[in-house]
T-cell receptor
Framework: KAGVTQTPRYLIKTRGQQVTLSCSPISGHRSVSWYQQTPGQGLQFLFE???????NKGNFPGRFSGRQFSNSRSEMNVSTLELGDSALYLC?????????????FGPGTRLTVT | DQQVKQNSPSLSVQEGRISILNCDYT??????FLWYKKYPAEGPTFLIS?????DKNEDGRFTVFLNKSAKHLSLHIVPSQPGDSAVYFC?????????????FGKGTHLIIQP
């Protein structure tokens, strides 16, 4: 089976812009979660989608949003980018919903905000 | 407040010996624990998990031990191989619905010396 894919792999944006990141889960996985990784905070949970519904959300501002499509593919959007949003954004899929079980991660999108 | 702590940022072990990575948690509600391995420029790879109803789980060279009273878990790798050199993350969740996704430690960089 193909693994989790994320596009683009690298992105450079300017403060104040918005960005959309894309994730395709492992075939058959209906749960998709997003995580932010920074050197200071480590890996932090953003949100989880299951069957097109956001089920869980981490402690991030409303500028961070997402959605999931009927084919389980997911997108994450960050509006009004700030310098502190520079991070590696990881998408993970799971055959089980809830976000608390084994997650299979993609390679991530490296976002740099200047 | 960090709920999952990996107090050793790095660990060096000789090839063929046992590697022991440690993790402590503070939230007594956590009931599902996982270990991930991460190589540079890749997403984390799931290694092994353990439910709080168990105190040990084995998978090949990897064994995870859970001591609930001490809120401590450890990952043993025997024997250690050069390909095991990576950053290892401990993660915990509320299991079930996992409302907050996975809570990760900040990682331990394992270096296997030839």
């Amino acid at each position: 089976k193909a693994g989790v894919t994320q596009t683009p792999r690298y992105l450079i944006k300017t403060r104040g812009q918005q960005v959309t990141l894309s994730c395709s889960p492992i075939s058959g996985h209906r749960s998709v979660s997003w995580y932010q990784q920074t050197p200071g905070q480590g890996l932090q949970f953003l949100f989880e989608y299951f069957s097109e519904t956001q089920r869980n959300k981490g402690n991030f501002p409303g500028r961070f949003s997402g959605r999931q499509f009927s084919n389980s593919r997911s997108e994450m959007n960050v509006s009004t980018l700030e310098l502190g949003d520079s991070a590696l954004y990881l998408c993970a899929s799971s055959p089980r919903g809830g976000g608390g079980y084994e997650q299979y991660f993609g390679p991530g999108t490296r976002l740099t905000v200047t | 407040d960090q709920q999952v702590k990996q107090n050793s940022p790095s660990l060096s072990v000789q090839e063929g010996r046992i590697s022991i990575l440690n993790c402590d948690y503070t939230n007594s509600m956590f009931d599902y624990f996982l270990w991930y391995k991460k190589y540079p420029a890749e997403g984390p790879t799931f290694l092994i998990s353990i439910s709080s109803i168990k105190d040990k789980n084995e998978d090949g060279r990897f064994t995870v031990f859970l001591n609930k009273s001490a809120k401590h878990l450890s990952l043993h790798i025997v024997p250690s191989q050069p390909g095991d050199s990576a950053v290892y993350f401990c993660a915990a969740s509320l299991g079930g619905g996992g409302a907050d996704g996975l809570t990760f430690g900040k990682g331990t960089h394992l270096i296997i010396q030839p």
